[in-house]
């Protein structure tokens, strides 16, 4: 009895403090909202079982928009997969194509997150399904849907957490070969990529090649 308590207790503070919450584009819907906890489920893929239009379709810009998250662990991997049309459950175009490790707890705003497409017509319709995953794998999910507008607005008013950092880990690094590295937190990554080249590389494939698995939704 008292055992189960404490599970029941343990479960309950993971839903409150664990997870991540989407600011910007709106999500679907509050996967961590009280209300919600028995309809949705972070861990369910796609989406969080939110489905299409649960919540506001946001106008983002074509060329790419910004992102505002509030991530909740000391870090985690972190995908953002964009599926184009309503109701799509194929997001297979990565807006992260490097793999992104983000350290630190609170708020992250990206300014930018470019899609790589050539035309996308205005007023096209698609979902942003953001996958975050530790170590294990395991990962969770949120959506938030969208309309590609020229005149979007984009993100604003939002800063990143002071001790936020996101590390991107090309794939050469991945390979072993040349290391090279985005310029935004140099000495960091450089840093942390040095300790990936000097550990096990196949471990870390692996963990690379689950979460995108993961991250795609592929059925393993
Ligand atoms: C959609 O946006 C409107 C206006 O900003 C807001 O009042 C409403 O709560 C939003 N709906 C959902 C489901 O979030
Ligand atoms: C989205 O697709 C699902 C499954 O095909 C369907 O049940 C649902 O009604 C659709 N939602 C909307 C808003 O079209
Ligand atoms: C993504 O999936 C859609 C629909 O299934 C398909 O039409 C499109 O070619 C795919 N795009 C890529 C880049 O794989
Ligand atoms: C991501 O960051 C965490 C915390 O710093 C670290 O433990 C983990 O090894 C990093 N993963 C990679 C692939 O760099
Ligand atoms: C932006 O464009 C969309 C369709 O492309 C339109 O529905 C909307 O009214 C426009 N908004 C503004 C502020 O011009
Ligand atoms: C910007 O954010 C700050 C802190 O969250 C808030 O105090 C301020 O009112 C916001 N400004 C606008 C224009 O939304
Ligand atoms: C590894 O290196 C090759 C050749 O430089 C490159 O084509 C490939 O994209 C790299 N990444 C992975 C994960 O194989
Ligand atoms: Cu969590």
Request: proline share 4%.
């Amino acid at each position: 009895m008292a055992f189960k308590s404490l599970l029941l207790g343990l479960a309950a503070v993971q839903s409150v403090t664990a997870h991540f919450g989407v600011v910007y584009p709106e999500w679907r819907a509050d996967t961590l909202a009280a209300e919600n906890e028995d309809k949705y489920s972070q861990w369910n893929y796609p989406c969080g079982g939110v489905p299409y239009k649960a919540g506001n379709i946001t106008n983002w810009p074509i060329g790419g928009g910004g992102v505002e998250l509030d991530l909740h662990h000391p870090w985690t991997y972190l995908f953002i997969n964009l599926g184009l049309g309503a109701n799509t459950t194929n997001f297979n175009i990565s807006l992260t194509p490097e793999l992104t490790n983000v350290t630190g707890k609170g708020t992250l705003c990206i300014d930018k997150l470019p899609v790589p497409l050539d035309s996308i017509a205005d007023g096209t319709l698609a979902s942003i399904q953001f996958v975050t995953s530790g170590e294990s794998g395991s990962a969770l999910y949120n959506c938030a849907d969208i309309r590609f507008t020229k005149n979007a607005t984009g993100l604003s008013n939002c800063s990143t957490s002071d001790g936020l950092v996101m590390h991107t880990i090309k794939d050469e690094q991945q390979n072993g070969t040349q290391p090279s590295q985005d310029g935004a937190s140099g000495t960091e990554d450089k840093k942390n990529a040095a300790g990936i080249l000097g550990t096990d590389k196949t471990v870390l494939a692996t963990v690379v090649g689950l979460a995108v698995a993961f991250s795609l939704g592929l059925g393993i």
